[in-house]
């Protein structure tokens, strides 16, 4: 036996894995990784992977980055962990402090979980106790928009859209308002991106104008749909939707946990707008993909509608245990070092342009409907009628055949549906993105040839 089905072995009859149909891997093998270097990752036969999709978009700078190891390897000498209520550490401090002067102006306070889903709970929770705090009791909805994700746990699910992961647990969860997404996959043969944007606002318009009352905020994604099929749109609405909220009175809770961190082109896909959000929610690559983190950003005036004498129980009484690891914290630091020391931003623009380039000709791909991307997020929308914009049926499957395929030529690509997209780490070379394009360039072939 080969180490790997060794591992394999073990594994199927021990562990339960996430987001799978367990079944399949009766045939679906999965793959045991012994090590991580730069973008590679490496099983235990010694055959190579190119991660081009961060390991669920968590990754910015690598594995096993000497410079993250290094600061880790420093902070275990001193402190791996310690309760976050009544006390504190070094790098929760300092992290906090720089995560304050790198967010849009007005954000001036943190607040830790340890992985996305939570800080949307606590989004929710704390947008919804500011404004109990604030006698107006009657508001207690939420708006999103359609096809938006925001993570698995129930409030984060309820205020999510995607129909496979929602639907079966629907029964359990909170009513949200729910308002058409400004994806621009819907547009107008022709029309421009902003025009599009502009115009789908209207649905966010109405809803406000009709439900303000009631409501405590809206949560979007800025920028990118990314687990409802790497869906885009024009920063306007951003902007229309600041100034709306500001007007209705409601809060705006931005979920930076995927587009945070340089994935669309700027540190945070806000600034594209020029907006300041009311809860900035960041996770995934806050730590460059190392250890679980999230923290929920936000203004002065929500911190002090809770900061009053302990017998008015107006305090924000939620936590979680490794609620501020230190450890976790200082991986997030040395992250922040690593966009402090390089240019990281720039040189992420020529790598965006590249990947963009390398795919050129799947744009004219019979099966191809789009090519989109927001910085280094690349998508590729395959579909059986391209003129139409048909979709293939779920059940085919097609994008599991560009996974195998991929997987077969060294590149980790984890197709959502129907759409094969590009999320690498940003130390990727030019001749990993031509590598990566071609594989996929093959998958999408291979993938939409008649069944
Ligand atoms: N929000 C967004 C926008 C996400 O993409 C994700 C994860 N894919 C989450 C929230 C949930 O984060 P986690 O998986 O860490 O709970």
Not at 19 to 32: A, G, R, S, Y
Not at 350 to 363: E, F, P
Request: aromatic share 10%; with cysteine.
């Amino acid at each position: 036996m080969n180490a790997n089905s060794d591992f394999v072995k073990r594994d199927l009859a021990a562990v339960w894995h996430p987001c799978t149909q367990m079944k399949d891997h009766e045939w679906l093998p999965l793959i045991p990784i012994r090590r991580g270097q730069g973008v590679w990752l490496e099983d235990f036969d010694g055959k190579r992977y190119l991660d081009a999709i961060s390991s669920w978009w968590v990754n910015l700078f690598g594995h096993a980055n000497p410079r993250i190891n290094t600061a880790l390897g420093r902070q275990l000498q001193e402190l791996e962990h310690v309760i976050l209520a009544g006390f504190t550490h070094q790098a929760v401090v300092e992290l906090s402090e720089r995560l304050v002067k790198i967010t849009p102006p007005g954000l001036t306070r943190c607040f830790y979980a340890d992985n996305g889903s939570s800080a949307v709970e606590v989004a929710v929770k704390m947008s919804f106790h500011y404004w109990r705090n604030c006698g107006k009791t009657q508001k207690t909805r939420f708006i999103t928009l359609t096809n938006s994700y925001h993570g698995e746990t129930l409030g984060a699910l309820a205020v999510g859209n995607v129909a496979l992961y929602k639907e079966t647990y629907r029964p359990l969860l909170m009513d949200v308002i729910s308002v058409t997404s400004p994806d621009c996959y819907a547009r107008e043969a022709g029309e421009s991106w902003e025009s599009h944007t502009r115009k789908m606002f209207a649905h966010m318009e109405r809803a406000l104008e009709q439900h303000h009352d009631q409501v405590c905020a809206v949560i979007i994604e800025p920028l990118v749909q990314c687990a409802g099929n790497m869906r885009m749109y024009h920063p306007v609405y951003l902007e229309l939707l600041r100034e709306a909220c500001d007007r209705y009175g409601v809060h705006l809770i931005a979920d930076e946990i995927a587009a945070g961190f340089g994935r669309t082109g700027t540190l945070f896909a806000c600034e594209q707008a020029g907006i300041a959000p009311d809860f900035m929610l960041l996770s995934k690559g806050l730590t460059g993909g190392y250890l679980p983190l999230s923290v929920v950003v936000t203004r002065e005036e929500i911190y002090q509608a809770f900061y009053d004498d302990y017998a008015t129980l107006r305090a924000f009484l939620h936590s979680h245990s490794y609620t501020g690891n230190a450890l976790a914290c200082r991986a997030a630091l040395a992250t922040l070092d690593i966009f402090r020391d390089d240019d990281v931003i720039a040189q992420n623009r020529a790598l965006a342009a590249h990947m963009g380039r390398s795919v050129v000709q799947l744009a004219d791909h019979p099966q191809v409907a789009e090519v989109r991307q927001h910085g280094m997020i690349l998508a590729m929308e395959m579909v059986k009628n391209k003129h139409k914009r048909q979709p293939y049926p779920w059940q085919e499957r097609r994008g599991l055949t560009v996974y195998q395929h991929a997987l077969q030529r060294g590149v980790l690509l984890r197709p959502v549906g129907n759409v094969v997209y590009f999320m690498p780490p940003y130390i990727i070379k030019e001749s990993e993105i031509e590598l990566m394009a071609r594989v996929a360039a093959e998958g999408i072939d291979l993938a939409t040839r008649e069944a």
